[in-house]
């Protein structure tokens, strides 16, 4: 694939959102990627995640992103508002939400 070719890909996911009622904040969490399930990524082209798929790359400077876009930054992990804890099901992910944003 060249540089000018964009790959998107997309999965169906149960994220849900909450708010603490402590201190009214706002998130969107749940698994962010699941490890040994084939996922479809365009008509007859399936991805699957192995275990430690992620070892390597949970102390990079991570972000959350909308659709993709680098522009649209919903939370980041050097920020705090973005937390990843990888386990035997998947990659699960909290992400703080902004409220400006909203």
Do not use: C
């Amino acid at each position: 694939m060249s540089r000018d070719n964009r790959q998107t890909r997309s999965l169906l996911a149960e994220l849900k959102t909450r708010v603490e009622p402590e201190t009214e904040d706002m998130f969107i969490e749940g698994y962010f990627a699941v490890f040994n399930q084939a996922t479809e990524l365009w008509p007859g082209a399936f991805e699957e995640l192995a275990p430690g798929a992620f070892n390597q790359t949970l102390s990079n400077d991570i972000r959350a992103l909308i659709n993709h876009e680098t522009t649209l930054v919903l939370g980041r992990n050097k920020s705090g508002t973005l937390e990843l804890k990888v386990d035997s099901r998947g990659l699960w992910g909290k992400v703080k939400i902004n409220p400006n944003l909203v």
